[in-house]
């Protein structure tokens, strides 16, 4: 038999080892998948085009970086929230708003020259998703509205949204009617940090708010007041925590944050508003946070391999044929393990003999 | 004489710890045996070896000289063990009788047992109306109510675990001449408390333990409650007395507060008025559930009150969060330790962040200076006695009584002009309630005021000078000890109750 007994103190080595233990299980279990679905092709090389061609080809290592910055700047915006208590579910949405913001703002200044023109794109990117958040956190202040059911609609209202603005107000005037925006002119795009790759100044954006993160989480009283609201209320009004602020912060921040990332998607690799501007990071980021147990830094990593699950994913589906859903099948095994065996930081497995 | 229940040489382990190692007792048939004990010596484990509900690793048990060896508490009541617990399980949108059949095995809530039940009820004068909705019974009502349920299955051993910390003066002995005619007809009873009195009161024999190990077995009444109690926590117990009562100036003043509670359960304050000076010990008595906690919820500041209601120092804090307060040396010690003084997921580092004034150090601008605050953790720890492998340690895996060390040490180690404390010792060992009682009282010696909330009416008697009682949401002008004493207390306290 098999029982779990609490630790008085979280295990060091678990911290490390858990991680570890689930990404081997997730690749054992991807192994034995890949043995029931692979007829004549040899499941070592599979293997290797998902897991190892990614970081091993320059080009394709490039692209996965491109995917991890969105994961990276939404995941830590949300994990604030997450740790809060406070579930904003829709951050796909505030990416679209942001972009659409940011967007309007880089069409409005069109072949306008000027480096003062990202940073403003980049403000209104941030402004259009706290917007879009902070109807999230009004109806939950003064209606006791659930954030996640209001965040999660609000994703459908904004996609269709940026569809609207795309047929409508912010269509390419010479683009034949198609629902795309004009192509962002230079000041309006992120500059190149690896030439020849898309991979923009977005990564570094994203390591500077992962320190500036862990700097609030660890060192400052703003991580405090989010930790103690989320995992004790009344203890927090017991400390004199205003919990209607810890609800705005909380929806500002990973508003603000997924707009940034929208943004950065549109006048980065995209170039220009389009409809296939969403790609489910804002829900993906969900997974990030959590691999990465909310913590900022640890947010860079697990973007990281969420990255790698895209970009491995697709090289699978375009060289053996293999369905798309792989790389989700992937992703849920990644948060199932992991999710898993954090259980062994909290808690020691014992192993015992039945009695009689 | 015949033993109901023999226990020899039980022994019981968690990991390295010995919850119970090589106690022996036994409970004679038609008596009531007390057990005595702190926090940790191993009375729950016991118990729930005896009901069935863990095993012993060793030693050997006999129910009426036959091997016993129960492997669940279901298998314990068919043997005729019941027990009543200290925290009640009745269902509150459900009848006394229905509640009642349910804890019966095979009986469907068809049935009818109205008479069964007030046969006990007249019998054993446990007063209960069978029809009656549990949510609207006091809590004496549904203790009750839970007794009745053990007696309906003719129990030969019942176990009560703390019963009378939750009562008042009235229903306490009330609760004694049940259990006393109870024990007359036959049945044995084993008694779990820290209440020395009363375990010298009604109990014929006693049995201590004290971190796992048999103390003695003796006659409770051949020994004074301070031998019992040194006994108990193996130390000398200091005698508690103040040694500068010099009271002065008006410091804090609660004016007409009245509050009606956004809780639909909840207790409407009414017209609450009570000042207090600086070096007095102020009381506040009651049973549970009369308005302490929506009373505590206003002066912490966790809810504001309208201007001119709560004045402290000359100020209006009305409108202020408890952090504002702490800075004018205001500090508070809630009854509830898990989830509202203390975080339970957080390390003692963390929670010691909880209650702090700006000036300290611990943080400045907002940015957290760990080394500072760990020092102050670290000194609390150690002044308080706090029993943890280091200030790192969840505070969720320190023990009730540990933790309250801890979070009355952090509000005191502040030096506060006024205190307010819920609760102070509740949960807490002798030895322990006895340093948090000395540590009060100092303070108040300094010149500082105190105030006490508590349903621990001894505790209240033994501290303060000025003692109010709360009921249905109003408090009673203070108590002339030299002339009404305790049944003006008693009076009050029932007063305003439900019967």
Known sequence: ?356 | MKYQLEISNITKSYGDLKANDDVSLSIKGSSIHALLGENGAGKSTLVKIIYGSLMPDGGLMKWAGEKYSPKSPFEARENGIAMVFQHFSLFESLTVEENIILGLNGVGLNENFTEEILKYSKQYGLDVNPQQVVGDLSVGERQRVEIIRCLIQNPKLLIMDEPTSVLTPQEVSDLFVTLKKLADDGCAILYISHKLEEVREICSEATILRGGKLVQSCIPQEHSQKELAEMMIGKKLTELARSNISVGSDIFSIKNLSRKSDDMYGVHLHDISLTMRKGSIVGIAGVAGNGQDELMELLIGEKSSSSGVLNFNGKDIGSMNSHERRQLSMFFVPEERLGHGAVPDMTLDENMLLSRPDSDGMTSNGVIDWKTVTSFSEQVISDFDVQTPSSRMLAKSLSGGNLQKFMVGRELIRKPELIIVAQPTWGVDAGSANNIHQSLISLADQGSAVLIISQDLDEILSLCEQIHVLSEGRLSDAVDMNKDGLEKISQLMVGGQKS
């Not at chain 1, 409005?108 to 402004?127: C, D, K, Q, S, T």
């Not at chain 1, 697709?314 to 369905?323: F, K, S, W």
Request: proline content about 4%.
């Open chain 1, 1 to 356: 038999m098999i029982k779990l007994i609490p630790r008085a103190e979280n295990s060091k080595a678990m911290i490390i080892l858990s991680p570890i233990i689930a990404l081997t299980l997730t690749a054992l279990s991807a192994f034995v998948i890949f043995l029931f679905i692979l007829d004549d092709i040899a499941v070592s090389s599979v293997f290797f085009t998902l897991f190892a061609e990614p970081l091993l080809d320059s080009y394709y290592f490039s692209e996965l970086l491109v995917k991890a910055a969105p994961l990276m700047i939404i995941g830590l915006g949300l994990s604030i929230g997450f740790r809060a208590g406070i579930w904003n579910i829709g951050a796909e949405g505030q990416y679209v708003m942001g972009a659409v913001a940011g967007g309007a703002v880089g069409l409005y200044f069109y072949n306008v020259e000027g480096f003062w023109l990202l940073p403003l794109m980049a403000i209104a990117g941030i402004i259009g998703g706290m917007l879009y958040a902070s109807i999230a956190a009004y109806l939950r202040i003064k209606y006791q509205v659930n954030e996640i059911l209001v965040t999660l609609m609000l994703t459908y209202v904004a996609v269709l949204f940026l569809q609207a603005m795309l047929q409508g107000p912010l269509r390419n005037p010479s683009g034949f009617n198609f629902p795309e925006s004009r192509m962002f002119h230079d000041s309006a795009m992120l500059p190149i940090i690896w030439e020849g790759t898309r991979l923009h100044i977005g990564l570094i954006v994203a390591i500077l708010l992962s320190i500036l993160a862990w700097f609030g989480i660890k060192k400052h009283m703003f991580g405090m007041q989010i930790k103690i609201t989320g995992s004790a209320p009344r203890a927090a009004k017991f400390a004199g925590f205003d919990d209607n602020k810890t609800v705005w912060y909380s929806l500002l921040i990973s508003g603000g944050l997924a707009g940034l990332a929208g943004l950065f998607e549109a006048s980065g690799p995209a170039g220009q508003l389009t409809p296939g501007l969403p790609q489910f990071y804002g829900f993906t980021a969900i997974i990030v946070a959590f691999l990465a147990r909310l913590h900022p830094v640890g947010i860079l990593f697990s973007a990281l391999l969420i990255a790698l699950s895209y970009v491995g994913g697709e090289n699978v589906q375009i060289d053996y044929n293999l369905p798309s859903s792989i790389t989700q099948i992937f992703q849920g095994m990644l948060l199932f393990y992991f999710l898993a065996c954090d259980i062994l930081i909290k808690y020691k497995v014992v192993l015992f003999k039945k009695n009689n």
